[in-house]
């Protein structure tokens, strides 16, 4: 008998888009729960199995390789299966098809929320409204169900409507001028989208307590997450700042919140430099007197090392400009790998910037055997990142592969909402059945 | 009722993401019994301070962090502080601790000793890089986390050394990641009644994370291609970060839709040129950068929230760069009741965000301020049987 997964016998429903949707559907996935998404043949979601679903293959070249890096670099037969976000977020889902947008496909979604526990949705506002799936409709067919949507400033006020990437959301909620260079403007930023990590875990979070909530009451419910209001904790020491003291931080690098010095991140010996993404470079915190002292013996005492300017974190802290130019030009000299592990073994905390190629040749990730190797029909076998928790008596495991489009039609029609033979063929000649999308799809 | 109001967390961790886990538990109403050594978290040494004044009971960043908890004095060098912790794990539903790999052990409160009381009980250890493997004594700040394990090489310029998130945004990543493991392990103990040690990596919390390293890992063995460090500015039309009459706004990937773009603009006499329109124009850095000129021209006549507003009548992606003080003020996010209000002994009243999501049964609530050190020793341990002498000797004279 195998052990039971923690969310063993929950089905979720995945209606979601782009990452923040697919990251929490993700944790509840390797958690055991069945996760079932339903995908429309005749309409692509961008930026959810790619930009568009065939794209070009000047498309792929041009893009940055976490979005145009596909197997062996072209496009092949079936390039929305194996986009570099999608499959990194749809392991352990299952998928089948069904147009949303017609009554015989919605009726179909109806009936398998009557069998499933979560709908989880990320769509831009209104999106669900459009198709007629509202918490009252879930609620015909499943009394118990819980809905949880994540709009980008909530459902309601002057910004319900707002269109948002993760990447705007964080410029609303001040990430985005505390970010970056302090001695450049904000252009010199890097689009992220950090905000889909916190939403997305708070998000499964969220499900779990809803279950837990459940388990007690029998009550389902409706939850929102408004992604901007979500992504506040994330800053909060420039929050609690303005919060206390009416002060507006600002840019500060790599620099410490906590106005610990020295903090920086120095160039180290490298075999390129960054147009060939072949630059190296060292992050380095020291958070005590103990560690300043400790790092200058770990470099071999150099004279400005002893300078009792730097004694103590405020004169560190006045002389930042000043120490970052001494360590980076001892820092030039050394092997990043090298250099972290004799400041660790100082107690000084340090660690290469890790381009991430360079993390499968990481001893101790293979020493955790962190990776995972995954086979999908459509790509081949590659190796993943592993799980965020080890969790020794309920494994997490990667029991199902990036899911192909379409590729659990039998078994959600067949074995799980039975429909007939004569229904499940006409399905399949109405087009909502299909593993490829439909041709008129760019 | 909240819907964890049925359950205990003894939480045994400190700093940043390990509170920001326990912290979710006990804003949708989980009993989270704070241990704090005698001298305290070390996040009530982290700034800002209310007034600039460094003390305990003045940090914004422990109080954001602990709200909702209740703070217990134990001395864990001390018999008696050990036999009040194991009076604690006999009530409790989940444990979760923070210290550096087998420290807890060496104190004769590792895993088993929580085993030995309930084999059911759910143990999670959060550390810098795992209970196991070379590097677990090794050491990381938000900073070096993020380098290492989150994919900063990306950010920042080409020519310029990487460059990191805010604040401790990494942290309180890997603090969310943490919440879901923890749960999990919960689930896994009250529906199978499994008990387990769960080793929670922040490496690999950000390793596996989806702000891009995930994907930016797999990219590289699908294609061989590595993630170029590249500021977001340019290449579209619109596409990045541009200045404005009081700031900035950032039209990431708004270029998507010319359409909605032309709408905001109110369809400009500028727009009708025709390389505007040519998909392999489009695509000319001289076009663009041409283009950029009347669109820059266009949002420096404007303020950011009036750009905004047409953005959103639009429907085009666009973000206005807010500081602290444009959130605080807004009235919008005011009027949805985002922000909450705590009284403290130390601080007065004090403004915190407030709920991170919104359940409409058994959800947030701000239930108390973030607690004074050992502010419960008494009343906890009392709770648990502890008579005031042994209350007095566990927390090492503090109580």
């Not at chain 1, 195998?2 to 697919?22: F, H, S, Y």
């Not at chain 1, 260079?181 to 904000?186: L, Q, T």
């Not at chain 2, 908890?69 to 444990?95: F, Y």
Request: aromatic share 10%; net charge negative.
């Amino acid at each position: 008998m195998t052990t039971p997964k923690p969310l063993e016998g929950i089905r979720v429903i995945d209606l979601c888009v782009v990452w923040a949707g697919p990251y929490a559907t993700m944790m509840l996935g390797d958690l055991g729960a069945e996760v079932i998404k339903p995908e429309n043949p005749f309409v692509f979601q961008p930026m959810t199995r790619g930009a568009i679903a065939r794209p070009p293959q000047i498309l792929l070249t041009n893009g940055i390789a976490w979005a145009g890096g596909l197997p062996n670099n072209v496009p092949g037969e079936r390039p929305w299966d194996y986009n570099p976000t999608f499959v990194s977020l749809y392991r352990n889902k299952k998928s089948f098809t069904v147009d949303l947008r017609r009554p015989e496909g919605l009726d179909i979604l109806k009936r398998l929320v009557a069998e499933s526990d979560v709908v989880y949705e990320n769509n831009a506002t209104g999106t669900m409204e459009g198709l007629g799936i509202t918490y009252e409709w879930l609620k015909e067919a499943n009394p118990r169900i819980i809905f949880v949507r994540v709009p980008a400033y909530g459902s309601d006020g002057p910004y319900a409507r707002a269109r948002a990437l993760g990447v705007h959301l964080e410029a609303v909620m001040g990430h985005s001028l505390l970010r970056g260079y302090a001695d450049a403007d904000p252009s010199s930023n890097t689009a992220i989208y950090s905000g889909d990590y916190l939403a997305g875990a708070q998000g499964a979070f969220a499900v779990m307590t809803a279950i837990w909530h459940r388990d007690r009451t029998g009550e389902g419910q409706l939850i929102e997450i408004a992604q901007a209001e979500n992504a506040a904790a994330m800053f909060t020491q420039a929050i609690m700042d303005y919060s206390l003291n009416g002060v507006v931080q600002g840019a500060n690098g790599n620099r410490d919140v906590h106005g610990r010095a020295p903090a920086g991140v120095y160039p180290t010996v490298s075999p390129g430099d960054a147009s060939t993404m072949d630059d190296r470079w060292i992050a380095i915190s020291i958070e005590t007197d103990a560690q300043w002292q400790a790092f200058g013996k770990a470099i071999g005492s150099p004279a400005w090392a002893n300078d009792p300017r730097f004694a103590t974190n405020a004169g560190r802290l006045e002389h930042h400009d000043e120490l970052d130019g001494l360590i980076g030009a001892y820092t030039a000299t050394q092997d990043d790998y090298e250099l972290m592990h004799r400041l660790q073994a100082a107690g000084v905390p340090a660690a290469p910037v890790l381009e991430a190629s360079r993390m499968f040749d990481e001893p101790h990730l293979r020493a955790r055997d962190f990776f995972k190797s995954q086979t999908q029909p459509a790509s081949g076998t590659y190796e993943y990142v592993g799980p965020l928790w080890k969790m020794p008596a309920t494994p997490i495991e990667y029991y199902q592969p990036p899911v192909m489009f379409g590729e659990h039609n039998d078994y959600v029609y067949r074995e799980l909402l039975k429909v007939s033979d004569e229904e499940f063929e006409a399905l399949k000649a109405g087009g909502h059945i299909a593993t490829e999308y439909d041709p008129s799809v760019p | 009722m909240q819907a964890l109001d049925n359950v205990r967390v003894l939480d045994l961790t400190h700093h940043i993401a390990g509170p920001y886990a326990t912290r979710l538990f006990a804003d949708f109403g989980a009993d989270v019994i704070k241990i704090e050594r005698p001298g305290g978290d070390i996040a009530r040494g982290l700034p800002p301070f209310q007034g600039g004044i460094e003390n305990p009971e003045r940090s914004g960043t422990f109080f954001y962090l602990n709200c909702n908890k209740r703070s217990v004095v134990l001395d864990l060098k001390r018999p008696e502080g050990i036999e009040a912790l194991a009076a604690l794990a006999k009530t409790a539903d989940v444990v979760i601790e923070s210290f550096a790999p087998g420290k807890l052990e060496a104190l004769g409160a590792g895993y088993g000793f929580f085993r030995d009381i309930n084999p059911s009980l759910p143990f999670i250890s959060v550390s810098n890089f795992g209970q196991t493997g070379p590097y677990r004594d090794y050491l990381l700040s938000d900073l070096v986390l993020y380098a290492f394990a989150g994919e900063m090489y990306s950010m920042g310029e080409t020519d310029r050394e990487p460059v990191k998130m805010a604040g401790t945004a990494a942290l309180f990543e890997s603090g969310s990641a943490i919440a879901v493991g923890m749960m999990g392990a919960l689930f896994a103990s009250k529906r199978h009644g499994i008990g387990q040690h769960v080793d929670i990596s922040l490496a690999e919390t950000h390793f596996g994370g989806v702000d891009r390293r995930h994907a930016t890992a797999i990219a590289f063995q699908f294609s061989g291609r590595k993630t170029l460090r590249l500021a977001s500015h340019g290449g579209g039309m619109p596409q990045g970060i541009y200045p404005c009459a009081d700031g900035y706004v950032d039209f990431t990937n708004a270029g998507l839709r010319p359409d909605r773009i032309a709408a905001m603009l109110g369809n400009a006499e500028w727009l009708a040129d025709p390389r505007y329109s040519d998909p392999v124009q489009r695509m000319n850095p001289a076009v663009i950068e041409d283009w950029n000129g009347n669109f820059i021209a266009w949002c420096i006549e404007r303020t950011k929230r009036e750009i905004w507003e047409a953005a959103r009548a639009a429907k085009v992606m666009c973000g206005p760069m807010f500081t602290m003080e444009d959130m605080f003020t807004d009235e919008a996010f005011r009027a949805r009741g985002f922000w909450s209000k705590t009284e403290h002994t130390e601080l007065g009243e004090v403004t915190i965000p407030g709920r991170p999501l919104r359940m409409e049964k058994g959800g947030w609530q701000l239930r108390r301020a973030a607690p004074l050190l050992g502010q419960h020793t008494a009343e906890v341990l009392g709770e648990a049987g502890l008579s005031p002498s042994a209350i007095t000797a566990a927390s090492g004279g503090t109580a």
